[in-house]
C-alpha cells in the first residue's frame, strides 16, 4: 500500500540548498547559498512511498 510522502507532501520535489564560494570584487572569497529544487530523495520522485 503506497502512502503520500512525508518528505515532500507528495510534491515529488523538495528545496534543497546548496553553497558555493566565489570571488567577490576585491578577489575575497565569499560563501553563497542557492535554492534549487530536484527529486526527492526519500521517495527518489514518485511522491509516495510504500
Ligand atoms: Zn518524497
Known amino acids: 500500500m503506497s502512502e503520500t510522502c512525508q518528505g515532500c ?4 520535489v523538495t528545496a534543497h ?9 576585491q578577489g575575497n572569497q565569499v560563501s553563497k547559498t542557492r535554492e534549487y529544487t530536484a527529486p526527492c ?3 527518489h520522485g ?5
Open 9 to 12: 507532501q507528495g510534491q515529488r
Open 17 to 25: 540548498t546548496t553553497v558555493a564560494v566565489e570571488l567577490d570584487d
Open 46 to 50: 514518485n511522491g509516495t512511498v510504500d
Open 41 to 43: 530523495g526519500t521517495c
